[in-house]
């Protein structure tokens, strides 16, 4: 027998900023010192922690799919969801959901409901990734079909995206203000996203403050966290029509490299004194940013493919890596780091050792 209110307790969560009500307190952890073996300390703790979360995910997905009949539907007469969270499709975490579909079968079932406008047809709660996987591979979903209100299917969607860690701080910032838009109380946000009140009001702030053209052309930012996206708010909120805007969002500098190093040209707008100083403008007056030095510089092994983007800008350089062609390359940077700058600093003092025997006449 198909067990009942399964989404009872949804709502009664006890809410903090990461946690979900079944998640320890966390231990206090040492600051680490920038060097490989605190990096690669910090890799495996990622690692561990994506894997819980993972765990976490199905869980929930167990409670709300559990007694329930497993059916297989036409791929085609189901709907995505009426609140979007993710900006991207194209992520090499979908290409590995596919992979695995296409090579051992669709593990676990995707939560949808019928249609409430749309006689015939289905909606989904959670699974958007697993159905499209469905349909790119010719093949039925397999579905648990529940009668959900509106409230309901958000709740589930929120809480199944929050147990995991592939919705960046950009995207959830987004679900809440689309939550927000529909007409959700702050209650029900905090719930479906299980975060606090503080963090929700942080969220809707950003996305508020940033307009929704600039966070749709950044995309995800899978890499970026949520204090760069708070201080990019903080700088539009004081000067919301910075110059230069519509010329670097157009810019070929700009739409060529990935979503985290299209973040820090934008915040570069605020933070480089002189950012847009080398901006040419066309006979129709628009223009294309270009770093204050020179274009994105780019760096691939021999094969061709571009992986690493350097663009300079007056105070910093910022170096982008395509995590769909190198998805484990930064971590591995990481853990070279204390080899690369004494390799680096040893360069240096040779070359401040030859400048003084110059000067000395030696």
Same mark, same amino acid.
């Given at each position: ?8 307790g949804?709502?009664?969560?006890k809410?903090?900023a ?11 952890s040492p600051?680490?010192?920038f ?6 300390g910090a ?13 976490a ?39 590995a ?16 409901r ?5 006689s015939?047809?289905?909606q ?10 469905a349909?790119?591979?010719g ?6 079909v529940?009668?959900l ?8 969607? @929120? =809480?199944?995206? !929050?147990? +995991?860690? &592939?919705?960046? *701080? ?14 959700y109380d ?7 996203l299980?975060?606090?009140?503080t ?8 996305t ?6 600039v ?16 201080d ?17 969002l ?15 040209h ?10 847009g ?9 628009? @223009? =294309?940013?270009? !770093?204050? +030095?020179? &274009?994105?510089? *780019? ?21 982008a ?13 990481l853990?070279?780091?204390?080899r690369?700058?004494n390799?680096?600093?040893a ?13 000395s006449?030696?």
């Amino acid at each position: 027998m198909a067990r009942k209110n399964l989404l009872a307790g949804l709502t009664e969560m006890k809410l903090t900023a990461v946690n979900s009500e079944n998640s320890p307190p966390a231990a206090k952890s040492p600051p680490l010192a920038f060097a490989g073996r605190a990096a690669l300390g910090a890799v495996t703790r990622s690692i561990d922690d994506l894997a819980a979360r993972a765990h976490a995910a199905k869980e929930l997905e167990a409670r709300l799919t559990a007694g329930q009949v497993i059916v297989e539907l036409d791929p085609a007469l189901v709907d995505p969801s009426f609140i979007s969270d993710r900006m991207g499709h194209d992520d090499e975490a979908y290409q590995a959901i596919r992979s695995a579909i296409a090579a051992q079968g669709q593990e676990s079932p995707i939560l949808v409901r019928p249609h409430p406008s749309a006689s015939g047809r289905y909606q989904v709660a959670f699974g958007h990734r697993r159905l499209r996987a469905a349909k790119d591979l010719g093949r039925a979903v397999r579905a648990v079909v529940r009668t959900l209100t509106d409230q309901d299917l958000v709740l589930a969607q @929120g =809480q199944e995206n !929050s147990a +995991r860690t &592939d919705l960046s *701080f950009i995207e959830r910032a987004r679900f809440a203000k689309n939550l927000e838009d529909a007409g959700y109380d702050r209650e029900i946000i905090m719930s479906a996203l299980t975060v606090d009140k503080t963090t929700v009001s942080r969220m809707i702030s950003v996305t508020t403050r940033i307009p929704a053209p600039v966070i749709n052309a950044i995309g995800p930012a899978a890499g970026t966290g949520r204090d760069r996206w708070v201080d990019l708010a903080g700088h539009f909120h004081a000067t919301p029509n910075p110059a230069n805007l519509d010329a670097l969002l157009e810019s070929e500098t700009f739409q060529k490299v990935d979503s985290d190093a299209r973040f820090h040209h934008v915040l570069s707008l605020f933070t480089s004194t002189d950012y847009g100083r080398d901006v040419p403008t066309t006979g129709q007056g628009r @223009g =294309q940013a270009r !770093s204050p +030095r020179s &274009d994105a510089q *780019f760096w691939a092994p021999p094969d061709g493919t571009q992986i690493v983007t350097m663009t300079y800008h007056a105070r910093s350089c910022v170096m982008a890596i395509d995590r769909r062609v190198a998805p484990g390359f930064g971590d591995y940077l990481l853990t070279q780091m204390d080899r690369l700058f004494n390799e680096y600093m040893a360069v240096q003092d040779k070359h401040r050792s030859e400048d003084s025997d110059v000067s000395s006449g030696a």
